[in-house]
């Protein structure tokens, strides 16, 4: 039997449109049936408008409700998104589960839900009432309706998307990739689960359509926009560009790469375990997997004999997931290509990870699936041309007190984040996500201002403009 997936509108879950879908096939043995838009769909969640009239703390207290459903493991509809993942996506048991724990963390994480918006926006106050703020008050308001392109690589990006607009009490229409079609629409399905009514739940649509066909139902969704969020490739931030109103703001999370740098570790088995976790976890998938590791010092060969025993460990603690023919293909061709080359080339079984030992300027393919290139230099100048802004994302660092020493370098390099090894999946509340602050974009400040009486730190007298330009005493303002 072939899975249907229906879309949702307004927090209603619709029936499934046997004359409107798109058949998808996302590995060999399992095809799924999923709903695209259709022009009564579209009408239906243009015309609905749904105001989250909540204050922070009851949006943050609904996301706990929901995160604790998502804490148990006896939970129907977290059970049934682990198996998805499994069957359709091809995750093991262990990344599969571990993607469901993580969603519960970040609904259940109610001090950093706070913190987000007060480390953003300047204030938890800010998006509820009016704040003083120097000469003012202000207040943020939502920007109304948030569109999300999201990606596949990485389901919890989509996630994330999804809560940064509900914490600043934007509606969602959320675009689900074809590679990924499980998860926002379990996430918004355990709002349902919760309270059906809810005003959160009330203003979450999760739709489908082909970036290669009809553009004419889907330009009528962007035209809406208040704010695009896009996440993906090259080609679908291209899109999401061409598509969206000029007048809007687009939040792009493009394609990035990331490194690591380890400098003469005297603990190798820590050394080693950081890297491993920062390549094996979603298989490289994420902009901020390590792809290629910089070593400075001595007794590299030592290193390599550690990175592969923490390799090996976690593919027995966080098993791959299943590569296609072309994936093993490319796999198998880099392995190739390095032992052409003369290279140091290391395997584990079954295509488990790949590690190639090579100068810094010899790069070759790179199948992703836990393949790392190894590169020896002398010192940090010699990695700073391989740092570059707008497409390096994170560099994780071992062991942690070398990172206070090359941050500025590495900063005016361009690198976005500054990790510590083992951490680059970890976004740290207050921290950037590519160079954003991203909820000031998915708000709009509103500047309620003193009246003339009101005297500053500067200008100690009431500002009569009108009195002072006849007795052409300007200069009084002046400090």
């Not at 994170?394 to 361009?414: C, F, H, M, N, Q």
């Amino acid at each position: 039997m072939i899975k249907c997936i229906p879309m949702i509108i307004n927090g209603v879950v619709q029936d499934f449109n046997n004359n409107a879908y798109k058949e998808i096939n996302l590995n060999s043995d399992n095809k799924i049936k999923l709903s695209v838009i259709t022009e009564d769909s579209v009408l239906r969640t243009l015309n609905f408008r749904n105001k989250i009239d909540l204050n922070l703390n009851q949006i943050v207290n609904f996301l706990y409700t929901v995160g604790q459903r998502w804490k148990s493991e006896e939970y129907n509809r977290r059970r049934s998104y682990i198996r998805e993942l499994k069957k359709y996506l091809g995750y093991s048991d262990e990344m599969a589960r571990l993607e469901a724990n993580w969603i519960a963390m970040l609904l259940c994480s109610k001090s950093a839900l706070y913190d987000i918006v007060n480390y953003d926006l300047g204030s938890i106050h800010v998006l509820d009432e009016w704040i003083p703020r120097g000469d003012c008050y202000v207040k943020a308001q939502a920007k109304g309706v948030s569109v999300h392109l999201l990606a596949g690589n990485v389901p919890l990006s989509g996630v994330t998307s999804i809560l940064r607009a509900i914490l600043t009490k934007n509606e969602c229409i959320i675009k689900t990739s074809s590679s990924d079609p499980f998860t926002a629409t379990a996430l918004v399905s355990s709002f349902i689960d919760v309270n059906a009514d809810h005003p959160i739940t009330k203003s979450m649509s999760v739709m489908y359509w082909p970036h290669n066909e009809d553009m004419t139902l889907p330009q009528k969704i962007m035209s809406h926009a208040d704010v695009v969020i896009a996440w993906g490739g090259e080609e679908a931030i291209k899109w999401a560009v061409k598509h969206s109103p000029p007048h809007v703001d687009i939040l792009k999370f493009g394609p990035k790469k990331s490194l690591s740098i380890i400098e003469e570790p005297k603990d190798m088995e820590g050394a080693a375990m950081g890297v491993a976790h920062d390549i094996c976890f979603y298989d490289q998938q994420a902009c901020f997997s390590t792809q290629d590791v910089y070593y400075i010092g001595e007794n590299l060969s030592l290193f390599l004999d550690e990175l592969e025993k923490q390799l090996d460990r976690y593919e027995k603690i966080l098993p791959k997931g299943v590569n296609n023919f072309d994936e093993k293909a490319a796999f198998s061709l880099t392995e190739r290509e390095g032992v052409f080359s003369g290279y140091e080339v290391r395997k584990g079984d079954n295509q488990a990870w790949l590690m190639i030992k090579s100068p810094i300027n010899s790069f070759g393919n790179q199948p992703l699936s836990r393949s790392v290139y190894i590169h020896q230099v002398s010192d940090i100048n010699e990695v700073l041309p391989f740092v570059n802004k707008n497409s390096t994302q994170t560099v994780s660092i071992y062991p942690w007190e070398v990172s206070v020493k090359y941050r500025d370098k590495l900063a005016t390099s361009g690198v976005e984040r500054i990790v510590e090894s083992g951490m680059n999946n970890v976004f740290r509340v207050g921290g950037a996500h590519d160079s954003l602050s991203p909820l000031q974009y998915l708000v709009r400040f509103i500047s309620h201002e003193r009246p003339f009486h009101y005297t500053t730190k500067d200008v100690a007298v009431e500002i009569e403009q009108t009195r002072y330009l006849e007795e052409d005493k300007f200069l009084v303002f002046v400090p």
